[in-house]
């Protein structure tokens, strides 16, 4: 996992971005981690990315989850040929697999971002969170349609689909952004 560093991204969760943390360093306790944090600065954020080995990048407050992800990005050393990409929000499960979607994108060199499932969890109940879409551009206009039959390919054990939209969760080719 040298080539492969996390983003995460947040906002005033410093609660919700140390569940983050801690559920990628159960699994993955030697990824490098950067913290995009466009919120205020907090004495137990600073310990906490000290104690869990994340690099903390300070960023004008409330300047937004774009430009944090791009700061973010431009901030990270270019060693790393993939970035994965999250916000705070975000819980790592046994399910997390990053070594499958970087084996989707060393395989298939058209592809530039792999992204996962979201599985919405509440307390007796978890749901599937659907958000990919296609774009179609016919005349002038270009229409955002929800992937509702997906077209399923295998690479291995893995299935996986072609689409243009995929949610906030994603790893992605450096050399892309």
């Known amino acids: 996992m040298k080539d492969i560093a996390i983003l995460i991204t947040t906002f005033l969760r410093d609660n919700a971005l140390f569940a983050c943390v801690k559920s990628i360093r159960k699994l993955y306790p030697d990824v490098t981690i950067f913290v995009a944090d466009t919120g205020h600065e907090s004495r137990a954020k600073d310990d906490f990315c000290f104690d869990h080995k994340c690099e ?6 409330d ?24 916000e ?33 969890v509440k307390k007796y109940e978890t749901k599937e969170q659907g958000y990919e879409a296609t774009l179609r551009m016919e005349n002038d206009t270009i229409y955002l349609e929800k ?14 689909f072609y689409c243009d939209i995929i949610p906030n969760v994603f790893l992605m080719r450096r050399d892309i952004w």
């Open 56 to 61: 903390l990048l300070k960023l004008a407050f």
């Open 63 to 86: 300047s937004g989850v774009c430009f944090a992800k791009n700061e973010g990005v431009d901030r990270i050393p270019d060693n790393y040929k993939y970035i994965f990409i999250c």
């Open 88 to 120: 705070d929000d975000i819980v790592f499960t046994e399910e997390t697999r990053l070594e499958v979607l970087r084996e989707i994108l060393e395989k298939r060199p058209q592809i530039g971002i792999v992204g996962g499932s979201l599985k919405k």
């Open 147 to 160: 992937v509702e039959k997906p077209q399923w390919r295998k690479l291995g054990d893995v299935r996986f």
